[in-house]
């Protein structure tokens, strides 16, 4: 079992940054992938960013590449989501991912989520 518990989230300016965390227990072997997806009103969620534990297998949306930088902290156990130049349409309720394998899909464990707003 793995359990994700998500923060950071908050309310933002266009333009600005915030940074999310999710600090992970349970199993969190360095082979398996974690990452972040986000799901804005109306919307289906969709794939944000990935990492693995030892920092590699790195990906990311196109829309979030080079404003976005997903990291980790393996003695926290923790997985960050630094999120720069936010755009009101970065607006939805932010997931950390978990799978049990080297690449995120299949998800096979969800956090709570946290929610980012963008103002214009």
């Known amino acids: 079992q793995v359990q994700l518990v998500e923060s950071g989230g908050g309310l933002v300016q266009a333009g600005g940054s915030l940074r999310l965390s999710c600090a992970a227990s349970?199993?969190?072997?360095?082979?398996?992938?974690m990452g972040w997806f986000r799901q804005a009103p109306g919307k289906e969620r969709e794939f944000v960013a990935a990492?693995?534990?030892?920092?590699?297998?790195?990906a990311y949306a196109a829309s979030v590449k080079g404003r976005f930088t997903i990291s980790t902290d393996n003695a926290k156990n923790t997985v960050y989501l630094q999120m720069t130049s936010l755009k009101p349409e970065d607006t939805a309720v932010y997931y950390c991912?978990?799978?049990?394998?080297?690449?995120?899909?299949?998800?096979?464990?969800w956090g709570q989520g946290t929610q980012v707003t963008v103002s214009s």
């Open positions: 991912a978990a799978s049990l394998r080297a690449v995120l899909l299949p998800v096979a464990y």
């Open positions: 349970g199993r969190t072997f360095s082979s398996y992938a």
């Open positions: 990492i693995n534990w030892s920092g590699g297998n790195l």
